[in-house]
Structure formats: C-alpha cells, structure tokens
C-alpha cells in the first residue's frame, strides 16, 4: 500500500500539509463571501497509519473543518479492516464527518454512526459502474443515520446527471426492499436537497425553500414531452426529468442558466479548460490520460 500511494500522492505515514490548509481557509475562502466551504478529505484508518490519522482528525477538528472519508464501499476494504469501529474505539466519530459509500456496514456499525451524529453519502450511479455493490438507504435512514445522495467521479467518466441519480437509488431501494415504497420520489429529493445540505453542515443556509435561506434553485419546464402532462411533480421530477428540461438555475439569487442556456459561462471553453486540466492533474500524478479513440463501425 506504501508503495502505490507513494507513486500518485502521499504515502500512509504521511500526514496532510496543514499549514497549506489553514492558509487556504485564511487567505483563499473569505475571499468567496460565504458561497466556499473548506473541509479535508481524509484517508482514515484504512489508507494511513494510526499516527496519521489522529494527527489529522486533530487538526482538522483545531480549524474547524469538515472531514469526508471513503468507508466501507468494497468487501474487501470491511474484510481487512471496519474503520467505524476503529474511529469508535478511538473516540474519533463526530458530527462533522462525512462518510462516502458505506455499502457493508454492519448493524452495529449504523448505531455508532446515528449516536455521533455521522453523515453518510452514498453515490449510486459510481456504485453501479464499479459493480462495488448496494447502497444501504433504508437501514441507515431507519437507525437514524442522515443518509444524503451525491456524484462520483465526475471529471473522469461518471455521469453527472442528479436526476438519474434519483432514479437509481429509487430503483435500488426498492428492488433491494422488495417494496415500490421503500423509497419514494419525495423521500429520494430530500436526500437529494436538504439532507445534502444537512451532511455539509449548511442546513441553515441552503437545501430547502425557507425565508431567509440563500436563492439557491433550479426551475424545471414541465411543457415537455418527456415530463408533460405531470401529476405529481416529486415523481415527474425523479423517474421523468433530464437536466434539458431544467430551464433556470440561480445560486444565491444570481442566475447561471436562462431559458434553457448558461448565462454565466461558455460552455464551450468550461469544457476545453477542463479537459486541459484533467490531463495536467493526471500528469503530476504520474500517468498520462490516454487519447479518445474514435468507435467505428463493425
């Protein structure tokens, strides 16, 4: 493990450049006025050494920062080690912790996370592609756990698409519970709006349609053939909706998307600058992104 981490970033034993960190949070995110929140992604207990990670809670919790952790998304991540129990055993799990994934969690393991106060995301259109397995909504969300959806991968190949990644955790849960209630489309845009927001600790500020909260929201035409005519909107939005229906996008009140187009940014060079920095990061980590092959046909 020393020597693959070592190769594309930092070793096990090797803590996390905190006085770069608190730089950012001093210098970098006031300059946002509140639309930048600053958190660390750690490795936790099963991609660093116990000196590490302990030095790393502690100074993450010292600046007041978010921790987000991949946990449990493999069975051979919990047949090696169950890093809730060891964060539990060394008085670590705390309600500023996200946790990624979280497909093979035991029981007990749920009960920890609901008595801390630990958030879990799971990613069901990342979960699917790389065959790592179910999320577990409806047990965590019935032990008391706040359960939130989010996107993975984004920048390589995953599909960044929110609505069908609503339609995907419905389909799941369902098939997984054997009930076509087992998650409803009302319940699935909750996890999709404030209790994402709730996991991010931004509750107070975005996730839901409340006086004195931030504009952040989307405007979705309901005059197309794919959504038209439309009944329930929970269930039009979740099993029918794409996001060219979505006509106007404001965040914090200032409008990104009008009518159907970015007001805010050309997408054509949003793109380019992209691509361009998906390869420099590929190339400081070592490897280089491989050409896009033409498909013909056969």
Same mark, same amino acid.
């Given at each position: ?17 905190f ?5 950012? /949070? ?5 300059d ?13 207990p ?9 030095? @790393?809670?502690s ?6 920062? /978010?921790?987000s952790? +991949? ?5 051979? @991540? ?10 539990? @055993? ?23 996370? &609901? ?12 979960? #699917? ?23 993975? !991968? ?6 960044a ?10 389909g #799941? ?5 054997r009930?076509?209630? &087992?998650?409803t ?31 952040? #929201? ?17 269930? &039009?939005?979740? +099993? ?20 159907? !187009? ?30 896009? &092959? ?5």
């Amino acid at each position: 493990m020393r020597t693959v981490m070592g190769k594309v970033g930092m070793s096990v034993d090797e803590p996390m450049d905190f006085e770069d960190i608190s730089r950012i /949070q001093r210098d970098v995110v006031p300059d946002f006025e509140g639309m930048l929140t600053l958190g660390i992604a750690a490795r936790g207990p099963s991609r660093s050494t116990p000196e590490v990670y302990r030095v @790393e809670w502690s100074q993450a919790r010292e600046l007041g920062l /978010q921790i987000s952790m +991949h946990c449990a998304g493999t069975r051979a @991540e919990v047949e090696k080690i169950r890093q809730v129990e060891v964060l539990s @055993e060394e008085g670590l799990l705390g309600n500023d912790m996200l946790l990624a994934h979280c497909l093979y969690l035991s029981a007990r393991e749920h009960v920890l996370l &609901a008595e801390h106060g630990v958030s879990v995301s799971v990613s069901p259109l990342s979960e #699917l592609r790389l065959a790592m397995g179910f999320p577990q909504i409806s047990e965590m969300v019935e032990a008391g756990v706040g359960v939130s959806l989010s996107l993975d !991968t984004t920048a390589i190949s995953a599909n960044a698409d929110v609505f069908q990644a609503m339609r995907v955790a419905v389909g #799941l849960e369902n098939v997984r519970q054997r009930s076509a209630l &087992a998650l409803t489309p009302r319940r699935v845009l909750e996890l999709n709006t404030i209790e994402g927001a709730r996991a991010l600790g931004l509750d107070a500020v975005t996730g839901s349609l409340t006086p004195g909260k931030r504009a952040d #929201l989307i405007l979705v035409r309901t005059d197309q053939l794919n959504l038209a005519p439309v009944v329930d909107p929970a269930v &039009a939005l979740v +099993h029918s909706a794409q996001p060219a229906n979505v006509d106007t996008v404001l965040v914090d009140g200032r409008v990104l998307k009008r009518n159907g !187009t970015m007001s805010a940014v050309d997408s054509e060079t949003v793109v380019a600058e992209a691509e361009e920095a998906l390869r420099g990061l590929c190339a400081r980590a070592g490897f280089e992104l491989p050409a896009v &092959a033409a498909m013909g046909s056969r």
